[in-house]
């Protein structure tokens, strides 16, 4: 399974990293998403990658804030999170896709909490 970590608390303005490790064995030809559920609402698309990383692509609502990357040799990707405002609280979950196939996820996270406090 994905293991998402570097989540906290943090002002608004600030930033955090967020990690998602990725087993060795699904590492290899499959994107990888970030999702974000916050409190009462319903799980939304962040950003994703493709395996080899030439491609990103980002929610509007994050666009020009957050960061996308991923580190094969280390089996992990990277959300750089910049400017952080209260809304982007939530809890955040990586996904793997299979041959970066949007439509559906194979893996999950279990989720890390960004709590950013105005």
């Known amino acids: 399974q994905l293991q998402a970590s570097g989540g906290g608390l943090v002002q608004a303005g600030g930033s955090l990293r967020l990690s998602c490790a990725i087993p060795a064995r699904t590492s290899s030809n499959y994107g990888v998403g970030w999702f974000r559920q916050a409190p009462g609402k319903e799980r939304e698309f962040v950003a994703r990658?493709?395996?080899?990383?030439?491609?990103?692509y980002y929610a509007d609502s994050v666009k020009g804030r957050f960061t996308i990357a991923r580190d094969n040799a280390k089996n992990t990707v990277y959300l750089q999170m910049n400017s952080l405002k209260p809304e982007d609280t939530a809890v955040y979950y990586c996904a793997a896709a299979y041959g970066s196939n949007w439509s559906r996820y194979d893996y999950w996270g279990q989720g890390t909490l960004v709590t950013v406090s105005s």
């Open positions: 990658i493709t395996w080899s990383g030439g491609t990103s």
